[in-house]
C-alpha cells in the first residue's frame, strides 16, 4: 500500500505561484509513476499532469503547459508541482496519485490518491 499526502495549496493571487508536494509513505514509489489531477466545485477530476517513474518523462495538460511543473525526488519519496502565472480557472482541489507501472492522463487507472489540497486563486 502507498498512502500520500498534499501540502502547499492555500490562497494566493492572479499571477502568483505555489508549490505543491506529495509525500508517500508505505513503499518506495521508485517504481510508481505519479500524477497531480484537480477538481473544481461541479466539474469531473481532470488531468493536470504526469512523471515517470524514473523523473525521465513529464506530460501536461494544455491548460497549464509552461506554467506548472511537475517533479519527484525519489530519496525523498516525494513529488511536487511547481505552479506558476496562477489564474483564478485554476482554483480546484488538487490530488496527487500514483500508479504501477505507466504513466496515464486517466485518473480512473490510478490506484492510490491523496486527501487532497484546496488551491485557491482570486482575480
Known amino acids: 500500500q502507498v498512502q500520500l499526502v498534499e501540502s502547499g495549496g492555500g490562497l494566493v493571487q492572479a499571477g502568483g505561484s505555489l508549490r505543491l508536494s506529495c509525500a508517500a509513505s508505505g513503499r518506495t514509489i521508485s517504481s510508481y509513476a505519479m500524477g497531480w489531477f484537480r477538481q473544481a466545485p461541479g466539474k469531473e477530476r481532470e488531468f493536470v499532469a504526469v512523471?515517470?517513474?524514473?523523473?525521465?518523462?513529464?506530460y501536461y495538460a494544455d491548460s497549464v503547459k509552461g506554467r506548472f511543473t511537475i517533479s519527484r525526488d525519489n530519496t525523498k519519496n516525494t513529488m511536487y508541482l511547481q505552479m506558476n502565472s496562477l489564474k483564478p480557472e485554476d482554483t480546484a482541489v488538487y490530488y496527487c496519485?500514483?500508479?504501477?507501472?505507466?504513466?496515464?492522463?486517466?485518473?480512473?487507472?490510478?490506484?492510490?490518491w491523496g486527501q487532497g489540497t484546496q488551491v485557491t486563486v482570486s482575480s
Open positions: 512523471i515517470t517513474w524514473s523523473g525521465g518523462s513529464t
Open positions: 496519485a500514483a500508479r504501477y507501472g505507466s504513466t496515464s492522463s486517466n485518473p480512473n487507472l490510478y490506484d492510490y
